[in-house]
Structures are given as C-alpha cells and as structure tokens.
T-cell receptor, first 113, second 112 residues
Framework: NAGVTQTPKFRVLKTGQSMTLLCAQD?????MYWYRQDPGMGLRLIHY???????AKGEVPDGYNVSRLKKQNFLLGLESAAPSQTSVYFC????????????FGAGTRLSVL | DAKTTQPPSMDCAEGRAANLPCNHS???????VYWYRQIHSQGPQYIIH???NNETNEMASLIITEDRKSSTLILPHATLRDTAVYYC?????????????FGEGTQLTVNP
C-alpha cells in the first residue's frame, strides 16, 4: 500500500530558485495538508485543501503556493526560495469523516543555500 | 483545543510495557484525545484516539480517566522500534478541524 507519497525526498536549492513538491495519495481522501518541521520543533501547517480545486491558508503560508487540480495530488510551490525555508516538509491526507486521523508521507528534506 | 502536558522524556526496557501519560485538565465534553508518534526522520504516525472509554487496537491501548482530565497511552510490549516522540493531541469531535497541533511530546527511548 503506497498511502502518501512525496517527491522528491531531498533537494538543495540556491536562494531565489523555485521548485515544486509533489504529494500523491491513493486513499481517495478529500483532505490534504502541507506541514513544515524545523529542527527540534513541532509541525506547522502551511496550506491545506478540503477537496479538488480548493485550497486554504494554514499557520505559516507566506512564501508558498499550492494547487489541488486532481483529488489525489497536492502540490506545494516555492516561487523564490529563501534560507528560512530550509526545513522538512510533510504532506498528509485524511478523510472527511475522520479529519483528525491524518496519514503522513515520509517527508521532503529541503535545504536553501 | 485543550492544552496538553506531557513529560519530555521517558525510558523503557525492551519487552516491558511503556506507559506514557498526558494531562489535559481543561478538556471539554466534545473533545477527543488523539495519540501520534514520530520516529526519527519519519512522518508522524497515528496510533489511537478516544473520547471517554478505554480503547485498544493492534498498536496500543488508551486509558482515559473517568474525569477525562488525563490519559495514558500503553504500549504493552515495547520494542526498539517503538523509540520515538509521542504526541498527545486534543481535538474537538472526529470530523471537525484541520490543523493538528503537535506540541513537544514525550521522547520515549526503549533500551535493550
């Protein structure tokens, strides 16, 4: 069972470069989320989506954009990467009937130099 | 969401039961207790949740006190692979909300 798959697993960017992180889930979940986790800290919600074509801001949305064109995919974009965006990014999904049971991907480790 | 308090760290011997406490003294009647864990460098993993009755699944048991002000996650036979940070989270309902707030959690170290 694939569950939630994130690509890439690792990436190094230079300041100002752009990139897109891909999250795919095969559980037919309505809800999808992007979190970031900085060293020694808890997860913080960046953006989330309650369904195809809809997105909403989370706790720390600045500097990121997202899109949910297909139900199974949730993309996180960094238009102009900054060193402060060096972090581990986790994608998660959940069903509408059990929003608080979230299934997480393995994470993307991003370094911005 | 009600605030939770957990000890920062605990140790457990392999094969013994690990009992992880969580205090949520301001919990309200419609708030559930959820437990997640995060093994180093991996994404968080859901373990179990409950409202007021004790719950058990293939991973763990959840014991909630009668006044619901505290709970205990029990791993009956801890293994080295159970070494992780364990998070206790209180959320309203099962279908409400979006953001999960992971506090500092408890670092459980299972020793051989």
């Amino acid at each position: 069972n694939a569950g939630v798959t994130q690509t890439p697993k690792f990436r190094v960017l230079k300041t100002g470069q752009s990139m897109t992180l891909l999250c795919a889930q095969d559980m037919n979940h309505e809800y999808m989320y992007w979190y970031r986790q900085d060293p020694g800290m808890g997860l913080r919600l960046i953006h989330y989506s309650v369904g195809e074509g809809t997105t909403a801001k989370g706790e720390v949305p600045d500097g990121y954009n997202v899109s949910r064109l297909k139900k199974q995919n949730f993309l996180l974009g960094l238009e102009s990467a900054a060193p402060s965006q060096t972090s581990v990014y986790f994608c998660a999904s959940s069903s509408q009937l059990a929003k608080n049971i979230q299934y997480f991907g393995a994470g993307t480790r991003l370094s911005v130099l | 969401d009600a605030k939770t308090t957990q000890p920062p760290s605990m140790d457990c011997a392999e094969g013994r039961a690990a009992n992880l406490p969580c205090n949520h003294s301001t919990i309200s009647g419609n708030e559930y207790v959820y437990w997640y864990r995060q093994i180093h460098s991996q994404g968080p993993q859901y373990i179990i949740h409950g409202l007021k009755n004790n719950e058990t699944n293939e991973m763990a048991s959840l014991i909630i006190t009668e006044d619901r002000k505290s709970s205990t996650l029990i791993l009956p036979h801890a293994t080295l692979r159970d070494t992780a940070v364990y998070y206790c989270i209180v959320r309203v309902g099962e279908t409400s909300g979006s953001r999960l707030t992971f506090g500092e959690g408890t670092q459980l170290t299972v020793n051989p």
